[in-house]
């Protein structure tokens, strides 16, 4: 929506259709505008939304199709298109102490365990895998993308969904080397190499931490895009520091983004 013309327009990108993230997720926003406010006409339109979406009776109880559609079958997942969804449900409890988003939750997390989550092969250990159940077909799809990356801080919780079961593999197995403990064609393998800066995996590390206080999660989190870190995000920073605070007088960068005071001599 244009918020200055009114004028509505649909994604071209989903031929015309919207995502369960994009129609669901202003739960939180409305109805904090509505306490701002004192006028409940926001909350109202909220609720009716999460209304009529869990009234939509989908082939995965608690799982309403990541794209809103008139076709019989839809695709169901936990990542791209419907993960605002899932999340809004708990922290719209969480904020506002309504236990009906309690128990739509623990319900879409009870369906998630039963549809999008299967056990791999792997003869020596097995492990949990998250996956996109296609009501289509009846069948479970072995694809995540890294919107899927926020599922273990929201499994992290008080009921300790899923904490026993899962695993990673050793830093020695992540740095491009063949898998020899996995059978040979098993694995995960890149579909699309493109990065948009999406937040996920890190808010799932955030959480994990906070949650366990285990500090290799620090670990693997400083181990996470350090250009990133180093270069983009703190010249982003510095764009609105004091100048004063890191006069270029001084200081000089290193290309991996670490200042050096100088002169040294």
């Known amino acids: 929506m244009h918020f200055y013309s009114g004028r509505v327009s649909y994604n071209k990108v989903l031929a015309g259709k919207v995502s369960l993230a994009e129609v669901s ?7 904090q505008l509505s306490h701002l406010s004192s006028n409940d006409k926001y909350k109202d339109l909220a609720e009716n939304n999460i209304k ?13 199709p990541c794209l809103l559609d008139p076709s019989d079958g ?8 419907s993960d605002g969804f899932y ?8 904020l506002t102490g309504d236990t009906n988003f309690k128990d739509l939750y623990l319900s879409s997390v009870e369906a998630i365990h039963k549809h999008l989550i299967s056990r791999s092969q792997q003869p020596l250990e097995q492990r949990l895998v998250l996956g996109v159940y296609d009501t289509a077909t009846d069948t479970l799809v072995p694809k995540m993308d890294h919107l899927s990356c926020f599922a273990p801080s929201y499994q992290n919780s008080a009921t300790g969904l ?31 190499p493109e990065y948009a800066l999406r937040p996920e995996a890190v808010e ?11 500090s290799k999660y620090q670990e693997y989190a400083w181990e996470i895009a350090r250009h990133f870190m180093s270069q983009t995000l703190k ?19 290193n290309t991996g983004g670490h200042l050096l005071k100088y002169p040294i001599s």
């Not at 997720?25 to 109805?31: K, S």
């Not at 009529?52 to 309403?64: A, C, E, I, K, M």
């Not at 839809?74 to 298109?81: E, T």
């Open 74 to 81: 839809y695709v169901a997942s936990f990542g791209s298109l």
């Open 87 to 94: 999340e809004y449900l708990l922290k719209t409890y969480l």
């Open 162 to 192: 899923g904490a026993d079961e899962i695993a990673s593999l050793r830093p020695e197995f992540s740095k491009g080397k063949e898998f020899e403990m996995l059978p040979r064609g098993s694995g995960f393998y890149l579909i699309d």
């Open 25 to 31: 997720t202003f739960q939180l926003e409305f109805r």
């Open 52 to 64: 009529y979406l869990t009234s939509l009776n989908p082939r995965v109880p608690w799982s309403p």
């Open 235 to 253: 010249c982003l920073y510095l764009v609105f520091d004091d100048p004063e605070a890191i006069p270029l007088d001084d200081y000089i960068f």
């Open 204 to 214: 799932s590390l955030f959480i994990l931490y906070r949650t366990t206080g285990d």
